[in-house]
Protein backbone atom coordinates (compact mmCIF):
# COMPACT_ATOMS: atom_id res chain seq x y z
CA UNK A 1 0.00 0.00 0.00
CA UNK A 2 2.75 2.21 1.14
CA UNK A 3 4.50 1.53 -2.44
CA UNK A 4 1.77 2.01 -4.27
CA UNK A 5 1.41 5.77 -2.31
CA UNK A 6 5.01 6.45 -4.03
CA UNK A 7 4.63 4.83 -7.14
CA UNK A 8 3.76 6.94 -10.42
CA UNK A 9 2.91 3.26 -11.78
CA UNK A 10 4.54 4.28 -14.83
CA UNK A 11 6.00 0.88 -15.67
CA UNK A 12 3.19 -1.01 -15.61
CA UNK A 13 1.54 -1.65 -18.92
CA UNK A 14 -1.55 0.60 -20.19
CA UNK A 15 -4.89 0.22 -19.91
CA UNK A 16 -6.72 -0.29 -23.82
CA UNK A 17 -7.70 3.13 -24.73
CA UNK A 18 -11.65 3.89 -24.58
CA UNK A 19 -13.56 3.23 -27.22
CA UNK A 20 -15.49 6.43 -29.24
CA UNK A 21 -18.79 4.87 -27.61
CA UNK A 22 -17.17 5.00 -24.28
CA UNK A 23 -15.73 8.88 -24.99
CA UNK A 24 -16.93 11.81 -22.26
CA UNK A 25 -18.25 13.75 -25.05
CA UNK A 26 -19.84 10.69 -26.64
CA UNK A 27 -21.89 10.54 -23.28
CA UNK A 28 -22.59 13.85 -23.36
CA UNK A 29 -23.83 14.19 -26.60
CA UNK A 30 -21.67 16.94 -28.07
CA UNK A 31 -18.84 16.60 -30.89
CA UNK A 32 -15.73 16.43 -29.84
CA UNK A 33 -14.31 20.31 -30.46
CA UNK A 34 -17.55 21.42 -29.19
CA UNK A 35 -16.99 19.46 -25.69
CA UNK A 36 -12.95 20.51 -25.62
CA UNK A 37 -13.40 23.60 -25.66
CA UNK A 38 -16.27 23.91 -23.23
CA UNK A 39 -13.96 25.20 -20.21
CA UNK A 40 -11.53 27.21 -22.38
CA UNK A 41 -12.49 29.98 -20.11
CA UNK A 42 -13.25 29.01 -17.34
CA UNK A 43 -10.73 30.17 -14.64
CA UNK A 44 -11.05 29.73 -11.26
CA UNK A 45 -8.90 27.66 -9.80
CA UNK A 46 -6.51 30.40 -11.13
CA UNK A 47 -8.21 33.41 -9.75
CA UNK A 48 -8.46 32.03 -6.42
CA UNK A 49 -4.69 31.14 -6.47
CA UNK A 50 -4.01 34.95 -7.77
CA UNK A 51 -5.44 35.90 -5.08
CA UNK A 52 -4.47 34.15 -2.20
CA UNK A 53 -0.86 34.67 -4.25
CA UNK A 54 -1.04 38.61 -4.31
CA UNK A 55 -2.51 38.66 -0.44
CA UNK A 56 0.02 36.99 0.90
CA UNK A 57 2.93 38.46 -0.95
CA UNK A 58 0.97 42.11 0.22
CA UNK A 59 0.44 41.15 3.52
CA UNK A 60 4.38 41.12 3.72
CA UNK A 61 4.67 44.48 2.26
CA UNK A 62 2.31 45.75 4.63
CA UNK A 63 3.63 44.20 7.63
CA UNK A 64 6.62 45.86 7.35
CA UNK A 65 5.69 49.53 5.49
CA UNK A 66 2.46 49.69 7.98
CA UNK A 67 3.96 48.40 11.17
CA UNK A 68 1.04 45.40 11.03
CA UNK A 69 3.77 42.37 12.23
CA UNK A 70 1.75 40.22 10.49
CA UNK A 71 3.81 38.29 8.42
CA UNK A 72 7.86 40.32 8.99
CA UNK A 73 10.32 39.16 7.05
CA UNK A 74 10.59 38.30 3.63
CA UNK A 75 10.20 34.89 1.40
CA UNK A 76 14.03 33.90 2.56
CA UNK A 77 13.37 34.30 6.26
CA UNK A 78 9.55 35.59 7.86
CA UNK A 79 7.95 35.63 11.34
CA UNK A 80 3.96 34.73 11.12
CA UNK A 81 2.59 36.31 13.83
CA UNK A 82 5.89 35.53 16.13
CA UNK A 83 6.10 32.00 14.69
CA UNK A 84 9.65 31.31 12.09
CA UNK A 85 9.31 30.29 9.01
CA UNK A 86 13.10 29.89 7.13
CA UNK A 87 13.28 28.55 3.52
CA UNK A 88 14.89 25.81 2.97
CA UNK A 89 17.03 26.11 0.04
CA UNK A 90 18.67 29.18 1.65
CA UNK A 91 18.34 26.87 5.21
CA UNK A 92 20.02 24.03 3.42
CA UNK A 93 22.62 26.04 1.81
CA UNK A 94 23.47 27.57 5.54
CA UNK A 95 23.43 24.10 7.20
CA UNK A 96 25.80 22.74 4.28
CA UNK A 97 28.49 25.77 4.80
CA UNK A 98 27.99 25.67 8.83
CA UNK A 99 28.93 22.10 9.13
CA UNK A 100 32.39 23.13 7.21
CA UNK A 101 33.36 25.50 9.89
CA UNK A 102 31.31 24.57 13.07
CA UNK A 103 28.69 27.15 13.06
CA UNK A 104 26.03 24.81 13.02
CA UNK A 105 26.08 25.27 16.71
CA UNK A 106 25.05 28.57 17.04
CA UNK A 107 22.11 28.52 15.25
CA UNK A 108 19.18 29.57 17.33
CA UNK A 109 16.23 27.28 18.27
CA UNK A 110 13.99 29.89 16.43
CA UNK A 111 15.78 28.50 13.26
CA UNK A 112 15.28 25.11 13.53
CA UNK A 113 11.63 25.60 14.57
CA UNK A 114 10.98 27.62 11.67
CA UNK A 115 12.64 25.35 9.07
CA UNK A 116 10.59 21.83 10.37
CA UNK A 117 7.39 23.96 10.37
CA UNK A 118 7.74 24.93 6.84
CA UNK A 119 8.90 21.67 5.49
CA UNK A 120 5.68 20.18 7.70
CA UNK A 121 3.44 22.66 5.90
CA UNK A 122 4.15 22.66 2.78
CA UNK A 123 4.57 18.77 3.20
CA UNK A 124 0.85 18.67 3.98
CA UNK A 125 -0.29 21.31 1.09
CA UNK A 126 1.76 19.54 -1.84
CA UNK A 127 5.45 20.86 -1.76
CA UNK A 128 5.71 22.84 -5.01
CA UNK A 129 2.17 24.12 -4.29
CA UNK A 130 4.62 27.11 -2.68
CA UNK A 131 5.78 27.76 -6.37
CA UNK A 132 2.35 28.56 -7.72
CA UNK A 133 0.79 29.36 -4.43
CA UNK A 134 3.43 32.14 -2.70
CA UNK A 135 6.25 32.75 -5.67
CA UNK A 136 6.00 36.32 -6.84
CA UNK A 137 8.11 35.18 -9.54
CA UNK A 138 5.98 32.39 -10.45
CA UNK A 139 2.59 35.13 -10.53
CA UNK A 140 5.22 37.22 -12.95
CA UNK A 141 6.37 34.61 -14.94
CA UNK A 142 2.89 33.13 -15.61
CA UNK A 143 2.23 36.73 -17.70
CA UNK A 144 6.20 35.94 -19.54
CA UNK A 145 4.92 32.74 -20.67
CA UNK A 146 1.46 34.31 -22.33
CA UNK A 147 3.74 36.59 -24.11
CA UNK A 148 5.71 33.93 -25.34
CA UNK A 149 3.11 31.26 -26.30
CA UNK A 150 1.67 33.90 -28.18
CA UNK A 151 4.86 34.89 -30.07
CA UNK A 152 4.96 30.60 -30.01
CA UNK A 153 1.66 30.46 -31.69
CA UNK A 154 2.53 33.76 -34.42
CA UNK A 155 5.27 31.72 -35.22
CA UNK A 156 7.73 34.60 -34.33
CA UNK A 157 9.85 32.47 -32.35
CA UNK A 158 10.97 28.64 -31.78
CA UNK A 159 10.23 26.62 -28.83
CA UNK A 160 13.39 25.33 -26.84
CA UNK A 161 13.14 23.11 -24.35
CA UNK A 162 15.84 21.27 -22.24
CA UNK A 163 15.91 18.34 -19.92
CA UNK A 164 13.42 18.59 -16.72
CA UNK A 165 16.20 17.06 -14.78
CA UNK A 166 18.58 20.10 -14.62
CA UNK A 167 17.03 21.43 -11.70
CA UNK A 168 18.50 18.80 -9.60
CA UNK A 169 21.88 19.37 -11.20
CA UNK A 170 21.79 23.17 -10.10
CA UNK A 171 19.82 22.18 -6.66
CA UNK A 172 23.29 20.03 -6.06
CA UNK A 173 25.97 22.18 -8.02
CA UNK A 174 24.31 25.59 -5.93
CA UNK A 175 24.98 23.68 -2.81
CA UNK A 176 28.80 22.75 -3.64
CA UNK A 177 29.60 26.12 -4.74
CA UNK A 178 28.20 27.42 -1.36
CA UNK A 179 30.20 25.20 0.53
CA UNK A 180 33.51 26.54 -1.48
CA UNK A 181 32.58 29.68 -1.85
CA UNK A 182 31.52 30.18 1.98
CA UNK A 183 28.71 31.98 0.53
CA UNK A 184 25.52 31.85 -0.16
CA UNK A 185 25.97 31.78 -4.25
CA UNK A 186 22.67 31.78 -4.99
CA UNK A 187 20.90 33.97 -3.18
CA UNK A 188 22.74 36.63 -5.39
CA UNK A 189 20.94 34.95 -8.06
CA UNK A 190 17.91 33.83 -6.51
CA UNK A 191 14.96 35.51 -8.36
CA UNK A 192 12.34 34.69 -5.97
CA UNK A 193 14.31 36.47 -3.13
CA UNK A 194 14.98 39.53 -5.27
CA UNK A 195 11.64 40.26 -6.30
CA UNK A 196 10.25 39.36 -2.66
CA UNK A 197 12.52 41.86 -1.05
CA UNK A 198 12.11 44.09 -3.80
CA UNK A 199 9.01 44.50 -2.70
CA UNK A 200 9.51 44.90 1.14
CA UNK A 201 12.77 46.82 1.20
CA UNK A 202 12.53 49.06 -1.99
CA UNK A 203 13.98 47.51 -5.53
CA UNK A 204 17.57 46.77 -6.10
CA UNK A 205 20.26 46.72 -9.03
CA UNK A 206 19.26 42.72 -8.78
CA UNK A 207 16.08 43.46 -10.98
CA UNK A 208 18.19 43.80 -13.87
CA UNK A 209 18.69 40.25 -13.80
CA UNK A 210 15.48 39.45 -12.90
CA UNK A 211 14.52 41.26 -16.30
CA UNK A 212 17.23 39.25 -18.13
CA UNK A 213 15.64 35.99 -17.05
CA UNK A 214 12.04 37.12 -18.08
CA UNK A 215 13.28 38.13 -21.25
CA UNK A 216 15.13 34.82 -21.95
CA UNK A 217 11.89 33.05 -20.83
CA UNK A 218 9.65 35.25 -23.24
CA UNK A 219 11.74 34.78 -26.42
CA UNK A 220 13.57 31.39 -26.14
CA UNK A 221 12.21 29.05 -23.89
CA UNK A 222 8.79 28.46 -21.91
CA UNK A 223 9.15 29.12 -18.05
CA UNK A 224 12.97 28.37 -17.99
CA UNK A 225 13.36 29.43 -14.66
CA UNK A 226 10.96 27.31 -12.59
CA UNK A 227 11.37 24.36 -15.34
CA UNK A 228 14.92 24.04 -14.81
CA UNK A 229 16.81 25.77 -12.80
CA UNK A 230 15.12 26.99 -9.53
CA UNK A 231 16.48 24.58 -6.99
CA UNK A 232 14.27 26.02 -4.13
CA UNK A 233 11.41 24.22 -6.60
CA UNK A 234 13.27 21.56 -6.86
CA UNK A 235 13.90 21.04 -3.11
CA UNK A 236 9.70 21.68 -2.64
CA UNK A 237 9.77 18.62 -5.52
CA UNK A 238 11.69 16.66 -3.36
CA UNK A 239 9.05 17.67 0.03
CA UNK A 240 6.33 17.31 -2.00
CA UNK A 241 7.15 13.64 -3.09
CA UNK A 242 5.70 12.42 -0.07
CA UNK A 243 2.93 14.60 0.01
CA UNK A 244 -1.06 13.69 0.45
CA UNK A 245 -2.57 17.01 -1.73
CA UNK A 246 -2.35 15.95 -5.78
CA UNK A 247 -3.79 16.42 -8.40
CA UNK A 248 -6.04 13.25 -8.89
CA UNK A 249 -6.47 12.04 -12.45
CA UNK A 250 -9.33 9.49 -13.47
CA UNK A 251 -9.18 7.85 -16.95
CA UNK A 252 -13.08 7.15 -17.26
CA UNK A 253 -13.82 10.92 -17.14
CA UNK A 254 -10.69 11.63 -19.65
CA UNK A 255 -11.81 12.28 -23.59
CA UNK A 256 -7.76 12.63 -24.53
CA UNK A 257 -7.85 16.05 -25.39
CA UNK A 258 -4.64 17.11 -24.07
CA UNK A 259 -6.06 20.80 -22.91
CA UNK A 260 -4.41 20.38 -19.62
CA UNK A 261 -0.58 19.73 -20.94
CA UNK A 262 -0.87 22.69 -22.96
CA UNK A 263 -1.47 24.64 -20.43
CA UNK A 264 0.52 23.07 -17.61
CA UNK A 265 3.92 23.93 -16.15
CA UNK A 266 5.41 20.54 -15.89
CA UNK A 267 3.91 18.56 -18.79
CA UNK A 268 6.11 15.66 -18.46
CA UNK A 269 3.96 14.85 -15.04
CA UNK A 270 0.85 14.57 -17.16
CA UNK A 271 2.40 11.45 -18.65
CA UNK A 272 -0.90 9.65 -18.42
CA UNK A 273 -3.20 11.76 -20.04
CA UNK A 274 -2.56 10.95 -23.70
CA UNK A 275 -4.49 8.00 -25.84
CA UNK A 276 -3.40 4.72 -24.37
CA UNK A 277 -0.55 6.13 -21.62
CA UNK A 278 -2.98 5.75 -18.68
CA UNK A 279 -1.86 2.37 -16.34
CA UNK A 280 -4.54 3.01 -13.76
CA UNK A 281 -8.18 4.18 -13.37
CA UNK A 282 -6.71 6.54 -11.13
CA UNK A 283 -3.84 8.41 -11.62
CA UNK A 284 -2.13 11.07 -9.10
CA UNK A 285 0.27 13.73 -10.83
CA UNK A 286 3.79 13.45 -9.29
CA UNK A 287 5.88 15.48 -6.95
CA UNK A 288 6.92 18.19 -9.68
CA UNK A 289 3.22 19.11 -9.83
CA UNK A 290 2.85 23.00 -8.55
CA UNK A 291 -0.55 22.10 -7.78
CA UNK A 292 -1.71 25.47 -9.81
CA UNK A 293 -4.74 24.47 -11.06
CA UNK A 294 -4.62 25.45 -14.51
CA UNK A 295 -4.99 21.99 -15.49
CA UNK A 296 -8.12 21.65 -13.29
CA UNK A 297 -9.59 25.02 -14.58
CA UNK A 298 -9.38 23.86 -18.15
CA UNK A 299 -10.27 19.90 -17.90
CA UNK A 300 -13.69 19.69 -19.85
CA UNK A 301 -14.76 16.15 -18.53
CA UNK A 302 -13.73 17.33 -14.67
CA UNK A 303 -10.81 14.22 -15.10
CA UNK A 304 -8.45 16.05 -13.25
CA UNK A 305 -9.62 17.76 -9.43
CA UNK A 306 -7.38 18.24 -6.34
CA UNK A 307 -7.67 15.42 -4.07
CA UNK A 308 -6.26 13.98 -1.04
CA UNK A 309 -3.75 11.03 -1.91
CA UNK A 310 -4.81 7.91 0.17
CA UNK A 311 -8.00 9.25 1.99
CA UNK A 312 -10.05 6.83 0.50
CA UNK A 313 -8.17 4.02 1.81
CA UNK A 314 -8.00 5.63 5.10
CA UNK A 315 -11.68 6.00 5.54
CA UNK B 1 12.53 2.79 -30.32
CA UNK B 2 11.95 3.26 -26.67
CA UNK B 3 15.87 2.51 -25.93
CA UNK B 4 16.42 5.40 -28.67
CA UNK B 5 14.28 7.61 -27.10
CA UNK B 6 16.10 6.63 -23.85
CA UNK B 7 19.48 7.17 -24.77
CA UNK B 8 18.14 10.95 -26.42
CA UNK B 9 17.07 12.02 -23.20
CA UNK B 10 20.05 10.83 -21.49
CA UNK B 11 22.08 12.81 -24.08
CA UNK B 12 20.05 15.85 -23.30
CA UNK B 13 20.36 15.64 -20.17
CA UNK B 14 24.35 15.50 -19.84
CA UNK B 15 24.31 17.66 -22.96
CA UNK B 16 22.33 20.45 -20.49
CA UNK B 17 23.98 19.45 -17.55
CA UNK B 18 27.26 20.10 -18.31
CA UNK B 19 26.19 23.72 -20.13
CA UNK B 20 24.41 23.98 -16.03
CA UNK B 21 27.75 22.99 -14.83
CA UNK B 22 29.91 25.44 -16.61
CA UNK B 23 27.30 28.50 -15.89
CA UNK B 24 27.46 27.21 -12.03
CA UNK B 25 31.14 27.18 -12.37
CA UNK B 26 31.44 30.64 -14.28
CA UNK B 27 29.16 31.99 -11.36
CA UNK B 28 30.88 30.24 -8.62
CA UNK B 29 34.33 32.12 -9.46
CA UNK B 30 32.93 35.36 -10.52
CA UNK B 31 31.02 35.88 -7.38
CA UNK B 32 34.22 34.49 -5.10
CA UNK B 33 36.38 37.02 -7.19
CA UNK B 34 33.61 40.15 -6.82
CA UNK B 35 33.42 38.80 -2.82
CA UNK B 36 36.98 38.86 -2.03
CA UNK B 37 37.93 42.16 -3.76
CA UNK B 38 34.54 43.87 -2.64
CA UNK B 39 35.77 43.11 0.92
CA UNK B 40 39.14 44.84 0.10
CA UNK B 41 37.93 47.61 -0.36
CA UNK B 42 35.07 47.70 1.67
CA UNK B 43 34.41 51.58 2.82
CA UNK B 44 34.86 50.44 6.52
CA UNK B 45 34.05 53.46 7.99
CA UNK B 46 30.83 54.05 6.47
CA UNK B 47 28.85 51.77 7.44
CA UNK B 48 28.81 49.03 10.92
CA UNK B 49 27.22 45.50 10.95
CA UNK B 50 24.22 45.68 13.36
CA UNK B 51 24.69 45.02 17.23
CA UNK B 52 26.26 41.43 17.87
CA UNK B 53 27.50 40.54 14.31
CA UNK B 54 29.67 37.80 14.31
CA UNK B 55 33.20 37.61 12.37
CA UNK B 56 32.56 39.14 8.48
CA UNK B 57 33.62 35.69 7.38
CA UNK B 58 30.97 33.65 8.96
CA UNK B 59 28.19 36.75 8.74
CA UNK B 60 28.71 36.81 4.56
CA UNK B 61 27.02 32.99 4.56
CA UNK B 62 25.42 33.15 7.79
CA UNK B 63 23.07 35.74 7.00
CA UNK B 64 20.08 34.40 5.26
CA UNK B 65 19.46 37.86 4.21
CA UNK B 66 15.34 38.00 5.44
CA UNK B 67 15.59 41.48 6.95
CA UNK B 68 13.87 40.46 10.35
CA UNK B 69 16.45 43.27 12.17
CA UNK B 70 15.68 45.75 9.59
CA UNK B 71 11.90 45.17 10.21
CA UNK B 72 12.04 45.42 13.63
CA UNK B 73 14.51 47.89 14.38
CA UNK B 74 12.30 51.25 15.78
CA UNK B 75 14.71 54.23 14.44
CA UNK B 76 14.71 52.22 11.33
CA UNK B 77 18.56 51.89 11.45
CA UNK B 78 19.42 49.01 9.92
CA UNK B 79 19.42 48.75 6.29
CA UNK B 80 20.05 46.22 3.61
CA UNK B 81 22.80 46.25 1.37
CA UNK B 82 22.53 46.54 -2.39
CA UNK B 83 24.01 44.73 -4.76
CA UNK B 84 27.78 45.98 -5.73
CA UNK B 85 27.82 48.05 -2.58
CA UNK B 86 30.29 45.31 -1.48
CA UNK B 87 29.15 44.48 1.59
CA UNK B 88 27.46 41.35 -0.15
CA UNK B 89 24.08 41.59 -1.39
CA UNK B 90 21.05 41.63 1.24
CA UNK B 91 23.33 41.61 4.45
CA UNK B 92 22.08 44.24 6.84
CA UNK B 93 24.24 47.76 7.99
CA UNK B 94 23.67 50.78 9.49
CA UNK B 95 25.03 53.95 8.45
CA UNK B 96 25.26 56.37 11.72
CA UNK B 97 25.55 59.89 9.84
CA UNK B 98 22.42 58.88 8.40
CA UNK B 99 20.46 57.37 11.37
CA UNK B 100 22.48 55.77 14.57
CA UNK B 101 21.35 53.16 16.69
CA UNK B 102 20.31 54.98 19.61
CA UNK B 103 19.28 52.07 21.61
CA UNK B 104 15.91 53.08 22.00
CA UNK B 105 14.25 49.53 21.53
CA UNK B 106 15.72 49.02 25.04
CA UNK B 107 16.58 45.05 24.70
CA UNK B 108 18.62 44.84 21.05
CA UNK B 109 15.99 43.52 19.36
CA UNK B 110 17.57 42.88 16.14
CA UNK B 111 19.97 40.73 17.92
CA UNK B 112 17.07 38.70 19.45
CA UNK B 113 15.02 38.01 16.13
CA UNK B 114 17.67 37.32 13.97
CA UNK B 115 17.19 33.51 13.00
CA UNK B 116 20.28 32.22 12.58
CA UNK B 117 22.22 34.34 14.93
CA UNK B 118 24.67 36.32 12.84
CA UNK B 119 23.64 38.46 15.27
CA UNK B 120 24.78 36.52 18.46
CA UNK B 121 22.42 37.01 21.57
CA UNK B 122 23.78 34.66 23.60
CA UNK B 123 27.00 37.07 25.29
CA UNK B 124 24.25 39.80 25.62
CA UNK B 125 22.12 37.45 27.48
CA UNK B 126 24.70 35.97 29.60
CA UNK B 127 26.07 39.58 30.65
CA UNK B 128 22.43 40.90 31.69
CA UNK B 129 21.88 37.58 33.71
CA UNK B 130 24.94 38.32 35.39
CA UNK B 131 24.32 41.71 36.11
CA UNK B 132 21.36 41.12 37.61
CA UNK B 133 23.04 38.62 39.90
CA UNK B 134 25.62 41.18 40.71
CA UNK B 135 23.05 43.70 41.71
CA UNK B 136 21.44 41.20 43.72
CA UNK B 137 24.33 40.53 45.75
CA UNK B 138 26.05 43.70 46.11
CA UNK B 139 26.36 44.77 49.82
CA UNK B 140 23.39 46.88 50.68
CA UNK B 141 21.66 46.03 47.66
CA UNK B 142 17.54 46.13 48.35
CA UNK B 143 15.91 43.37 46.22
CA UNK B 144 13.11 45.40 46.53
CA UNK B 145 13.92 48.20 45.09
CA UNK B 146 16.55 46.46 42.08
CA UNK B 147 14.59 46.06 38.86
CA UNK B 148 15.98 43.01 37.58
CA UNK B 149 14.76 44.15 33.79
CA UNK B 150 16.40 47.63 34.24
CA UNK B 151 19.90 46.28 35.27
CA UNK B 152 19.64 43.75 31.88
CA UNK B 153 18.59 46.28 29.84
CA UNK B 154 21.97 48.52 30.93
CA UNK B 155 23.94 45.61 30.99
CA UNK B 156 23.20 44.60 27.34
CA UNK B 157 23.16 47.42 25.94
CA UNK B 158 26.62 48.27 27.35
CA UNK B 159 28.18 45.30 26.21
CA UNK B 160 27.73 46.21 22.65
CA UNK B 161 30.75 46.40 20.46
CA UNK B 162 29.93 47.47 16.75
CA UNK B 163 32.79 49.88 17.02
CA UNK B 164 34.56 52.77 18.55
CA UNK B 165 34.31 56.22 18.18
CA UNK B 166 37.45 59.04 16.98
CA UNK B 167 37.68 62.64 17.22
CA UNK B 168 39.06 64.38 14.61
CA UNK B 169 41.24 67.03 16.38
CA UNK B 170 41.25 69.52 12.79
CA UNK B 171 37.66 69.90 12.73
CA UNK B 172 35.93 69.20 16.48
CA UNK B 173 34.29 72.17 17.28
CA UNK B 174 35.30 71.53 20.96
CA UNK B 175 38.78 70.75 20.02
CA UNK B 176 39.01 75.01 17.98
CA UNK B 177 37.32 75.65 21.54
CA UNK B 178 34.18 76.79 19.60
CA UNK B 179 30.52 76.34 21.03
CA UNK B 180 27.72 75.44 19.48
CA UNK B 181 24.06 77.04 18.92
CA UNK B 182 21.11 75.68 16.93
CA UNK B 183 20.13 72.68 14.92
CA UNK B 184 23.09 70.06 14.70
CA UNK B 185 22.04 68.65 11.61
CA UNK B 186 19.61 71.29 9.51
CA UNK B 187 15.92 70.87 9.97
CA UNK B 188 15.27 68.42 6.76
CA UNK B 189 17.53 65.84 8.58
CA UNK B 190 15.14 62.36 9.13
CA UNK B 191 17.26 61.05 11.73
CA UNK B 192 15.76 60.05 15.18
CA UNK B 193 17.11 59.53 18.75
CA UNK B 194 16.18 58.78 22.12
CA UNK B 195 18.00 61.96 24.41
CA UNK B 196 19.52 60.55 27.48
CA UNK B 197 18.80 63.98 28.69
CA UNK B 198 15.21 63.70 28.35
CA UNK B 199 13.94 60.54 29.77
CA UNK B 200 11.96 59.93 26.98
CA UNK B 201 10.42 56.87 26.19
CA UNK B 202 10.88 56.50 22.11
CA UNK B 203 12.88 58.12 19.69
CA UNK B 204 12.02 61.79 18.40
CA UNK B 205 13.72 64.06 15.66
CA UNK B 206 16.63 65.58 15.87
CA UNK B 207 15.34 68.24 13.69
CA UNK B 208 13.22 69.60 16.60
CA UNK B 209 15.89 70.04 18.81
CA UNK B 210 17.82 73.33 19.29
CA UNK B 211 20.92 73.58 21.47
CA UNK B 212 23.19 75.98 23.33
CA UNK B 213 26.47 74.84 24.07
CA UNK B 214 29.26 77.50 24.64
CA UNK B 215 31.13 74.96 24.11
CA UNK B 216 30.51 72.07 22.02
CA UNK B 217 29.85 68.55 24.26
CA UNK B 218 26.95 66.94 21.97
CA UNK B 219 28.76 63.93 21.09
CA UNK B 220 28.79 64.00 25.23
CA UNK B 221 25.73 64.80 26.19
CA UNK B 222 23.68 62.44 23.67
CA UNK B 223 25.75 59.48 24.28
CA UNK B 224 23.16 56.90 24.97
CA UNK B 225 25.81 55.15 26.98
CA UNK B 226 27.45 57.96 29.18
CA UNK B 227 30.08 58.37 30.77
CA UNK B 228 31.67 54.74 30.64
CA UNK B 229 31.86 55.42 26.71
CA UNK B 230 32.78 58.97 26.19
CA UNK B 231 33.99 62.38 28.78
CA UNK B 232 34.42 65.87 28.67
CA UNK B 233 37.93 66.16 30.11
CA UNK B 234 40.81 69.08 29.91
CA UNK B 235 42.91 69.02 27.04
CA UNK B 236 46.78 68.98 27.65
CA UNK B 237 47.62 72.78 27.72
CA UNK B 238 44.59 73.37 30.23
CA UNK B 239 42.73 75.58 28.27
CA UNK B 240 40.21 73.58 26.33
CA UNK B 241 37.25 71.40 27.13
CA UNK B 242 37.51 68.03 25.00
CA UNK B 243 35.34 64.76 24.05
CA UNK B 244 37.35 61.89 25.46
CA UNK B 245 36.21 58.27 24.16
CA UNK B 246 36.53 55.57 26.92
CA UNK B 247 37.05 51.68 26.12
CA UNK B 248 33.65 51.75 27.03
CA UNK B 249 32.07 53.10 23.63
CA UNK B 250 29.58 50.66 21.69
CA UNK B 251 30.18 52.34 18.15
CA UNK B 252 26.52 53.07 18.46
CA UNK B 253 27.19 55.96 16.31
CA UNK B 254 24.86 58.44 17.99
CA UNK B 255 27.80 61.13 18.11
CA UNK B 256 28.52 60.81 14.55
CA UNK B 257 24.94 61.00 13.94
CA UNK B 258 24.31 64.41 16.02
CA UNK B 259 27.82 66.27 15.86
CA UNK B 260 27.04 69.71 13.88
CA UNK B 261 30.05 69.99 11.25
CA UNK B 262 29.78 69.35 7.55
CA UNK B 263 31.76 65.90 8.10
CA UNK B 264 31.69 63.98 11.41
CA UNK B 265 34.17 65.59 13.36
CA UNK B 266 33.49 62.05 15.58
CA UNK B 267 33.44 58.90 13.42
CA UNK B 268 32.98 55.30 14.14
CA UNK B 269 35.30 53.01 13.20
CA UNK B 270 33.95 49.26 12.88
CA UNK B 271 36.22 46.72 14.91
Known sequence: MLSDYFSNAKKKSPLAPKT????PHTLAGLSFKDWRDSRKKNHKMR???????????LLFVFSYWLDLAILEGSLSGSRLIGFYLMDPYNSLQLLAISSTTGYLAMLTMNFWIGLFTILIFWLIFGGRSYCSWMCPYHFLAEWAEKVHNYLVKKKKIKERSYHIGLRFVFLVGFLLLAVLTRNLVFENLNVVGIVSKAMIYGPSLLLLWVLAIILFEVFVSRRFWCRYVCPIGATWSLVGKASPLAIKFEHDKCGYCLECQKVCLVPHELWFVKRGAATQDVHYVGS?????GLCVDVCPGNALTYAVRGASSLL | MDKEKKNLNRREFFKGGIAAAGTLAV???????????AAKSMPREDFLRPPGAISEEDFLYGCIKCGLCVQICPVHAIELAGAGEGLGFGTP?????????????????????????VLDFRPFKEEGVRAVEKA???????????????????????????????VNRNTCLAHKGEGFKGNPRGTDFKGVHRSPGKNEVSASPLKDRIF???VCDLCITECPI?????????????????????????GCGVCQMVCPTAQPSIVVEPF
Open chain 1, 20 to 23: VEQM
Open chain 1, 47 to 57: NIRWAVLLFMN
Open chain 1, 288 to 292: DCTRC
Open chain 2, 27 to 37: VGTATFILDKS
Open chain 2, 93 to 117: YIAPRIQACDFSCDALQCVETCPTA
Open chain 2, 136 to 166: ATEPGADLSTVNPFEVQKVAMKEAVRMGKAH
Open chain 2, 212 to 214: DRE
Open chain 2, 226 to 250: GEKAIIQRRSRSGRKLIPHVLDGCT
